[in-house]
């Protein structure tokens, strides 16, 4: 069963520190992987996407990894901002089928001051 | 701004009513999903057109429909509602109505409280 696992669940930090979320999945075949920020009350907006061929993609003070084999992603905030609270979600495409996207339920980071 | 526009952005109304919302897609983008996402809970995929025609089917229910219409905006219908459909709907929309890399680029989302 094609599936998105997200951890933690949420995460405090303050500001200023570093925080990785995570991402497992089985999703198969594979395709490629986004990470999306949703602000409260807002729609998801793209981070990052990563293929198979690829193992980190960053994108100014995100970066995100990727290990095919074991099936699992991560997403790196460097010195986090009150503007990085938000929910995180990870969505894996499968490379075949119509309804080909699954989404995690992402983790709700909350940073503070 | 993603170019996704949706109207309205909150809409109020009560067990039993239905609503209709709408979803006008980003210029030149040909595929429409729709989704629903209850509190804290993730996305959930609702059902997806193409240039007019249904593409792929996710959790929607019976009560629920959607249509995409000639210029390629679409309107999600919801009936006999219930107490649960309260929720955000989003609607995103993406140039291919397949693919790989196909990106979606998400609306602002319409909030739907049912009393």
């Known amino acids: 069963k094609n599936q998105v696992e997200q951890s933690p669940q949420s995460l405090i930090i303050l500001e200023g520190k570093n925080c990785t979320l995570q991402?497992?999945?089985?999703?198969?075949?594979?395709?490629?992987l986004r990470w999306y920020k949703q602000d409260t009350g807002r729609g998801p907006v793209s981070l990052t996407i990563?293929?198979?061929?690829?193992n980190t993609k960053s994108n100014g003070r995100y970066t995100a990894t990727l290990d095919a084999d074991t099936k699992q992603s991560s997403l790196h905030i460097t010195a986090s901002q009150l503007s990085d609270s938000a929910s995180y979600i990870c969505?894996?495409?499968?490379?075949?089928?119509?309804?080909?996207?699954?989404f995690g339920t992402g983790t709700r980071l909350t940073v503070i001051p | 701004d993603s170019g996704v526009t949706q109207t309205p952005k909150h809409l109020i109304t009560a067990t039993g009513q239905r609503v209709t919302l709408r979803c006008s897609p980003r210029?030149?983008?040909?595929?429409v999903y729709w989704y629903q996402q209850s509190l804290d809970q993730g996305l959930q995929f609702l059902i997806q057109?193409?240039?007019?025609?249904?593409?792929a089917k996710g959790n929607i229910l019976e009560r629920f429909s959607a249509q995409q219409f000639p210029d390629l905006h679409s309107e999600l219908n919801l009936s006999s509602l219930e107490l649960g459909d309260s929720a955000l709907y989003f609607c995103?929309?993406?140039?291919?109505?397949?693919?790989?890399?196909?990106?979606?680029?998400f609306g602002p989302g319409t909030r739907l409280t049912v009393l």
């Open positions: 995103a929309s993406s140039v291919e109505g397949q693919g790989e890399y196909n990106e979606q680029f």
């Open positions: 991402c497992n999945y089985t999703v198969s075949p594979f395709s490629n």
């Open positions: 990563m293929t198979f061929s690829e």
């Open positions: 969505v894996v495409s499968a490379r075949t089928g119509a309804n080909n996207l699954f």
């Open positions: 210029s030149g983008d040909l595929s």
């Open positions: 057109y193409y240039n007019g025609e249904e593409r």
